[in-house]
C-alpha cells in the first residue's frame, strides 16, 4: 500500500451535532496527525456514534469544523474515510465476493483486489457463498474487508469488536498496525478494550437537557 502524506492530520474545532432538535454533543475539539489512533469513549447517548457519523459526513455538523490536513484537495473529509458501523450493508442474495466486489467498484478500487482483501481477513474460501448463509462473525468479517479494497487515510470504526471472536479481534489488530504503519489514522469508538497501541482518548459526556420553562 502506498504511504499517506506526512502532512496527515484529522481535526476538529467547537463540532457540534444537533439531532431532532436535542443537542447530542457540543464543544468537541482534537486533533490526530499521521499514524495516530484516538479512542472516543463514554456512555450510551454521549454521542460517541454521532461523532463517528458526523466526521463521515453521514450527519451534518450543527457548529465547528472538522479538517483533514495532508489528504485529497479535491475530495471532502467524508470521502476520505471509511465508515465501519453497526450494520453489515451485505446483500444476502449475492455471494461474499459479489458483495465486497460492489464496494470496491462503488468505493474506488485502489486497495487490495477482492479475493486478497477475503484471504487477508479469513474468509477467502467462502468467496462464492452467498452471504445469507454466513454468521453473524463472518458477516462481520465479510464488512471489515471493505477498508482494504480502497485506499482511504482515515478508518472511523464503530464498535468494531462486535460478533468478533478472538482470532478475528487478533486480525483486526493486525490491520489496524498496518493502516498505522503506512500513515493512516484511526478514530474508535467502544464500549471494550481495542487493542490500540497507545492511542489518545476523547471522554464524551452525555448534554444536560435544559431545565423546562415554568409559566408564570
Same mark, same amino acid.
Given at each position: 500500500?502506498?504511504?499517506?502524506?506526512?502532512?496527515?492530520?484529522? $481535526?476538529?474545532?467547537?463540532? $457540534?451535532?444537533?439531532?431532532?432538535?436535542?443537542?447530542?454533543?457540543?464543544?468537541?475539539?482534537?486533533?490526530?496527525?499521521?499514524?495516530?489512533?484516538?479512542?472516543?469513549?463514554?456512555?450510551? $447517548?454521549? @454521542?460517541?456514534?454521532?461523532?463517528?457519523?458526523?466526521?463521515?459526513?453521514?450527519?451534518?455538523?450543527?457548529?465547528?469544523?472538522?479538517?483533514?490536513? $495532508?489528504?485529497?484537495?479535491? !475530495? @471532502?473529509?467524508? /470521502?476520505?474515510?471509511?465508515?465501519?458501523?453497526?450494520?453489515?450493508?451485505?446483500?444476502?442474495? #449475492?455471494?461474499?465476493?459479489?458483495? #465486497?466486489?460492489?464496494?470496491?467498484?462503488?468505493?474506488?478500487?485502489?486497495?487490495?483486489?477482492?479475493?486478497?482483501?477475503?484471504?487477508?481477513?479469513?474468509? @477467502?474460501? !467462502?468467496?462464492?457463498?452467498?452471504?445469507?448463509?454466513?454468521?453473524?462473525?463472518?458477516?462481520?468479517?465479510?464488512?471489515?474487508?471493505?477498508?482494504?479494497?480502497?485506499? /482511504?487515510?482515515?478508518?472511523?470504526?464503530?464498535?468494531?469488536?462486535?460478533?468478533?471472536?478472538?482470532?478475528?479481534?487478533?486480525?483486526?489488530?493486525?490491520?489496524?498496525?498496518?493502516?498505522?504503519?503506512?500513515?493512516?489514522?484511526?478514530?474508535?469508538?467502544?464500549?471494550?478494550? #481495542?487493542? #490500540?497501541?497507545?492511542?489518545?482518548? !476523547?471522554?464524551?459526556?452525555?448534554?444536560?437537557?435544559?431545565?423546562?420553562?415554568?409559566?408564570?
Amino acid at each position: 500500500m502506498t504511504e499517506f502524506s506526512l502532512d496527515l492530520a484529522l $481535526g476538529a474545532h467547537d463540532l $457540534g451535532c444537533e439531532r431532532g432538535g436535542r443537542q447530542v454533543f457540543a464543544g468537541v475539539a482534537f486533533r490526530v496527525s499521521r499514524g495516530g489512533a484516538l479512542l472516543i469513549t463514554g456512555p450510551n $447517548g454521549a @454521542g460517541k456514534s454521532s461523532l463517528l457519523r458526523t466526521i463521515a459526513g453521514l450527519v451534518r455538523a450543527a457548529r465547528g469544523e472538522i479538517r483533514l490536513e $495532508g489528504g485529497d484537495p479535491d !475530495l @471532502g473529509v467524508g /470521502r476520505q474515510c471509511h465508515y465501519f458501523g453497526h450494520q453489515d450493508a451485505l446483500k444476502p442474495s #449475492l455471494t461474499v465476493a459479489e458483495n #465486497l466486489e460492489f464496494w470496491r467498484v462503488y468505493n474506488r478500487p485502489t486497495g487490495l483486489e477482492t479475493i486478497d482483501a477475503l484471504d487477508t481477513v479469513g474468509i @477467502g474460501h !467462502l468467496a462464492d457463498l452467498p452471504a445469507a448463509y454466513l454468521s453473524a462473525g463472518q458477516r462481520r468479517r465479510l464488512a471489515l474487508s471493505r477498508l482494504l479494497v480502497s485506499h /482511504r487515510p482515515v478508518w472511523l470504526l464503530d464498535e468494531p469488536q462486535s460478533a468478533l471472536d478472538a482470532a478475528s479481534e487478533t486480525r483486526l489488530a493486525e490491520l489496524m498496525r498496518a493502516h498505522r504503519a503506512i500513515g493512516g489514522i484511526i478514530v474508535a469508538a467502544t464500549h471494550q478494550p #481495542l487493542l #490500540l497501541d497507545a492511542p489518545d482518548t !476523547l471522554r464524551l459526556a452525555p448534554v444536560a437537557s435544559p431545565a423546562p420553562e415554568v409559566a408564570a
